[in-house]
Nanobody
Framework: VQLVESGGALVQPGGSLRLSCAAS????????MRWYRQAPGKERVRIAT????????NYEDSVTGRFTISRDNAKNTAYLQMNSLKPEYTTVYYC?????????WGQGTQVTVSS
């Protein structure tokens, strides 16, 4: 079982990134997918969820209108489109798959927003 995030990078404020989370070793289409972020020394914060049927929950107010979660079940991949990035979004982003009781985490990808 693997979740592999990619797409993290250094980007200027106001820029955009698309994070990808490639899944393998489990039936991706049966799993809800989430993106989290975690700053050093702080708890992971849930950003958004997309259910296995494509219903979307955006949990974090600060990203509403800026970030969009999506998935492509044919490619076993979830995405996080991040627009209008701000320096405070600098941190490690993780993807998460859940179909109770199974839960999987990726290793994280670093996003740095800086001029």
């Amino acid at each position: 079982v693997q979740l592999v995030e990619s797409g993290g990078a250094l980007v200027q404020p106001g820029g955009s990134l698309r994070l990808s989370c490639a899944a393998s070793g489990f039936n991706f289409s049966n799993y809800d997918m989430r993106w989290y972020r975690q700053a050093p020394g702080k708890e992971r914060v849930r950003i958004a969820t997309i259910t296995n049927t494509g219903f979307i929950y955006n949990y974090e107010d600060s990203v509403t209108g800026r970030f969009t979660i999506s998935r492509d079940n044919a490619k076993n991949t979830a995405y996080l489109q991040m627009n209008s990035l701000k320096p405070e979004y600098t941190t490690v982003y993780y993807c998460h798959a859940r179909s109770s009781p199974s839960v999987y985490w990726g290793q994280g990808t670093q996003v740095t927003v800086s001029s």
